[in-house]
């Protein structure tokens, strides 16, 4: 079935019938696939009625629709579920880059785990000998520290790390703001014979340990060391003597800062303003525990260190 027209020349143009075009399609994409398109481009069609069939792999035919500009409109094979995208990739990515951040956490929180006792104090408050006690289960000879001395130590708890900090006034610095950070807790050792001479150093540098904010938190022994020797303080004396002059000692620094820099806001004040220092008006724990490294009396210090 055709369909005839005449053309402004004189001509007469047969236009082929839709059914017949896609009859001969079919017989030329059986026998001859090559030739089809180039038949198909030099039939004289309306492009309305045009409908041009491709061949595939299973030799079934799929039909593309001409709009009248002549641009082919999206194959129904490739109208398939819109919107739909393999997210098997994108969740991947996610899983790795959470495995990646949480193995960083668990590496840096392992490597910033607490687990070392700070041994501090004066020089000769029995520092070194109370750390060989510990340690090594013996009394060993000492002498005035210049660098820390590193110990594992072994509780019912856990293990435990102490560190001898050197008492040396150049020194103690220095090495504690180095192990600060990885402390659990603080043993302050004091002499107690000669407590009450060098009351006003001692007051300072303990003012200076439980000021400072890693410390903040973190349960601290005042040990009252050589009551084996017979003009030792007892730790009952020591403790008043030591909340006295931190008393003082917090009113000297305060003015100190106020008339350096008025608005600081970096200075820990001890205690309650409104009252004299106290161990009790603190955050962390503070207890006194009297003992001697030489004897050795060292049972208190032992049951401390099993409680961490």
């Given at each position: ?9 004189g ?8 059914k ?14 090559r030739?089809?398109r ?17 061949p ?74 109370l ?31 102490l ?11 220095k ?12 043993i302050?050792?004091?002499?107690s014979?000669?407590?009450q ?11 200076t340990?439980l000021?400072?904010k890693?410390?903040?938190?973190l349960?601290v ?15 009952g ?20 800062l106020?008339s ?11 205690g ?10 603190l ?5 006194l525990?009297?003992c ?17």
């Open positions: 079935r055709t369909s005839a027209a005449l053309s402004p020349c001509r007469v143009n047969f236009f082929p019938s839709q017949l075009v896609r009859r001969l399609c079919s017989i030329f994409s059986e026998h001859l696939p030739g089809l180039a038949c198909v481009d030099h039939l004289p069609l309306e492009p309305d009625n045009f409908g041009t069939v491709i595939h792999k299973s030799h079934g035919m799929e039909k593309i629709n001409r709009n009248p500009g002549g641009k082919p409109s999206v194959p129904p094979m490739a109208a398939g579920p819109a919107g739909k995208l393999d997210m098997t990739p994108i969740w991947l990515a996610v899983i790795v880059v959470f495995v990646t951040i949480m193995l960083l956490w668990v590496w840096k929180r392992k490597r910033s785990a607490r687990t070392d006792v700070l041994l501090t104090g004066l020089c000769d408050s029995g520092k070194t000998l750390f060989s006690q510990l340690v090594l289960g013996e009394e060993k000879e000492s002498f005035t520290s210049i660098k820390e001395n590193l110990g594992v130590l072994q509780t019912t708890s856990g293990e435990l790390r560190v001898d900090i050197p008492g040396h006034e150049r020194l103690r610095g090495f504690f703001d180095q192990y600060k950070n990885l402390a659990k807790a603080v302050f050792v004091v002499d014979v000669t407590v001479k060098e009351i006003r150093d001692v007051a300072d540098f303990l003012y340990i000021a400072d890693a410390i903040a938190n349960p022994v005042i040990l009252c060391n050589k009551q084996d020797e017979t003009l030792a303080k007892g730790d004396v020591i403790k008043s003597l030591l909340e006295k002059e931190i008393n003082l000692v917090r009113q000297t620094r305060t003015s100190q106020e350096v820099d008025p608005q600081s806001t970096d200075a820990v004040y001890l309650r303003p409104d009252k004299d220092f106290e161990f009790g008006q955050s962390q724990k503070v207890q525990v009297a001697s490294a030489k004897e050795p009396q060292i049972d208190d210090v032992v049951a401390f260190l099993d409680s961490l």
